[in-house]
């Protein structure tokens, strides 16, 4: 296993399950990995937004939520609290907080 594999793993835990996507997320998670790395305790909403954006880029997908974040309505932006908790929490286990 790599240390991004390991590390979303660690993040998909710490994420509640009554808000994880239908969709297979393994490629997602390993984003949120690697906005762990890059921004450890400092990710945002947005950042996260950004990467699922990606995500559903690179998977073909369509969605009214492909906009930037500030498009958003609060209860939309407010989706990626829970991912953006994990990745606060698995940073600080990881000592990247």
């Keep these: 296993m790599t240390y991004l594999k390991h590390l979303a793993d660690e993040i998909r835990q710490a994420?509640?399950?009554d808000v994880m996507p239908d969709e297979?997320?393994?490629d997602l998670f390993v984003l949120y990995a690697?906005?762990?790395l890059a921004k450890g305790g400092g990710v945002t909403r947005e950042?996260?937004?950004?990467?699922?954006v990606a995500w559903m880029l690179a998977r073909g997908g369509e969605h009214d939520s492909l906009v930037p974040f500030s498009e958003l309505d609060a209860e939309t932006q407010a989706e990626d609290s829970p991912f953006?908790?994990?990745i606060r929490e698995v940073a600080e286990r990881e000592g990247g907080a």
């Design 15 to 17: 994420v509640p399950t």
């Design 24 to 26: 297979e997320t393994d």
């Design 34 to 36: 690697v906005l762990l």
């Design 47 to 52: 950042d996260v937004h950004n990467a699922w």
């Design 84 to 86: 953006v908790r994990a």
